[in-house]
């Protein structure tokens, strides 16, 4: 048997997914690790626990792999979270954790080149919205407020690009993961003169951009025998989790968009080419040289659900462990006996600022509408709700752009919610179809890798092994409750705006 393995890194968990040579999942590893928020809008993570969770996730997948009897290993591929960004001396000793993109700690630095003018002819460029996430916005930050780490830095990586420098002692980045740095040109596939000057840092910084079917063999000894693979397996570089999760669940024709929600989330659709929206509200990028992704990101996704899990829900929580059951599964079904639009609560789910639709990375999240009848089933189903409609009003901005949207591909932790699937049908008025797979951003990795190796000629292959679907039809029932309730949600979104600066700067003041 000749196998592939995709890899997912993510925000909190490195995923490794064991294919056999007919793209079907055999096995599958996951090795979580914290997010640090130890400062008010940190979000950092320590390299070595990403690093010893990628050796641990592939060990323990290879595993399954008898090489004795003739088995083989034909590439491991990546599919990776986008922003982040760590800083090395000049011996490729750190100076940062990974700084990821939930971290907002640059949102001064970020007003200050919106306001300039420069920020949105960058942007223009660079396909990337002007926001904290981007490593762009990272960088003046650094430069202002940590000067000693900025003059020291010789080299900066992204999360993915740390993990090949030590396997492979290698310095490149994929055009995908370079495209959400905010510092790459995406007309001419390059880093961007103007974005680098902002920044004040060269080209020599930086990696060499590659496409993502660019690949690495001969790791390093110690780490070939410590995952149990050949020191020649093909590590083919992959490119960023958003475009590879379009390419996963198929979502690759005109009007049909993806939708991810896992920590955070996304809705995009495919293009043939780089698209800018004048109003700087989507993004644009790439999962290689003719295929691009457009749409917008959230901040707030499951994490939010896991907010309300840990702070509303802790009887429920506990239950579950003793049942051996999941503690979501017992949300949901307390969610779904309350009717759509739970009865007028609404909740902006702007936990940690937010990107699309509204590029606030000061927004915080709010309860509208409470009074004495709502009950914590309602405050749940309106946090989903919340989190839906907010996803809805990046669509709106999306379809600007694009053009009309008309059907919707699933994928992410919410995909597994009949109840959140649903929902997602009602409010966006949209057949919503859920592969039955799930491991979307891993299959996508494992035929990128395909390509890259030659095994086969065109991405769209990907389209015999999605596997059956289920598809979910808008309710009229609870389509017509939505309808009332979204305006609402968009106006109240953009009232609550004028107020986001003065209260999170309140938070900063006040909270240790």
């Known amino acids: 048997m000749e196998y592939m393995i995709g890899v997912d ?11 056999n040579d007919q793209n079907q999942v055999v096995t599958t590893a ?29 060990h323990e997948v290879v595993g399954q792999i008898n090489f004795e009897s003739g088995d083989t290993l034909a590439a491991v591929s990546f599919s990776s979270a986008m922003h982040s960004l760590i800083a090395f001396d000049a011996n490729w000793q750190p100076l940062t954790r990974v700084i990821t993109w939930a971290d907002t700690r640059a949102v001064k630095y970020t007003e200050e080149l919106k306001a300039s003018g420069l920020g949105h002819e960058i942007y223009k460029k660079t396909g990337t919205p002007i926001h904290p996430m981007a490593p762009l916005s990272k960088l003046l930050w650094l430069k202002a407020e940590h000067a000693d780490i900025y003059n020291k830095a010789a080299h900066y990586l992204g999360i993915k690009e740390y993990l090949f420098h030590r396997l492979f002692n290698a310095n490149k980045m994929d055009i995908s993961l370079a495209s959400g740095t905010g510092l790459f040109n995406i007309f001419n596939l390059d880093w961007d003169d103007q974005a680098l000057e902002v920044t004040g840092i060269n080209r020599a910084q930086l990696p060499q951009p590659v496409e993502p079917y660019d690949y690495e063999t001969h790791m390093a000894t110690e780490y070939a025998t410590a995952i149990g693979l050949p020191s020649d397996t093909p590590f083919i570089y992959g490119a960023g989790d958003g475009p590879l999760s379009n390419l996963g669940v198929n979502a690759v024709k005109p009007g ?13 659709v495919v293009s043939d080419k780089p698209v800018i929206d004048p ?14 992704v457009v749409g917008g990101p959230v901040n707030n996704g499951g994490d939010v659900f896991r ?37 007028g609560l609404i909740f902006h789910p702007y936990l940690g600022g937010e990107r699309a639709p509204i590029w606030d990375a000061n927004a915080r999240g709010s309860f509208f509408g409470l009074n004495h009848g709502h009950t914590r089933a309602h405050m749940l189903r309106s946090v989903l709700e919340g989190i839906t409609f907010n996803v809805y009003m990046v669509s709106l901005a999306l379809e600007e752009v694009v053009g009309e949207l008309h059907s919707i591909q699933a994928t992410g932790g919410f995909a597994r919610s009949p109840l959140w699937r649903q929902m997602f049908a009602d409010i966006f008025e949209q057949p919503v179809t859920v592969p039955e797979a799930f491991e979307s951003g891993s299959l996508a990795a494992v035929i990128v890798a395909q390509k890259a190796l030659g095994k086969i000629d065109n991405l769209y292959d990907i389209s015999k092994y999605i596997g059956s679907s289920n598809t979910y039809q808008p309710l009229p029932e609870n389509f017509e ?13 953009r009232q609550l705006q004028t107020e986001y600066e003065n209260i999170a700067n309140y938070q900063r003041k006040h909270t240790k």
Not at 9 to 19: D, I, N, Y
Not at 31 to 57: C, G, H, S, V
Not at 258 to 265: E, N, Q, V
Not at 481 to 493: C, M, N, Q, T, V
């Open 9 to 19: 890194l993510g925000t909190t968990s490195t995923k490794a997914v064991l294919f």
């Open 30 to 58: 996951n090795k979580a690790y914290p997010l640090y928020r130890d400062l008010p809008d940190m979000a950092e993570e320590d390299l070595t626990e990403i690093f010893d969770a990628l050796i641990a996730a592939l």
């Open 256 to 268: 049909v968009a993806a939708i991810t929600i896992g920590t955070s989330g996304a809705i995009r």
């Open 279 to 292: 109003k700087g509200r989507t993004f644009t990028y790439a999962l290689d040289k003719t295929h691009w």
């Open 307 to 343: 907010w309300a899990r840990d702070n509303m829900f802790d009887a429920e929580k506990s239950t579950a462990a003793l049942l051996g059951t999941d503690a979501y599964d017992l949300m949901t079904k307390i969610a779904s006996r309350v009717p759509a639009g739970s009865a």
């Open 481 to 493: 409750a939505y309808r009332e309730l979204a305006p609402i949600f968009i106006r109240l979104s």
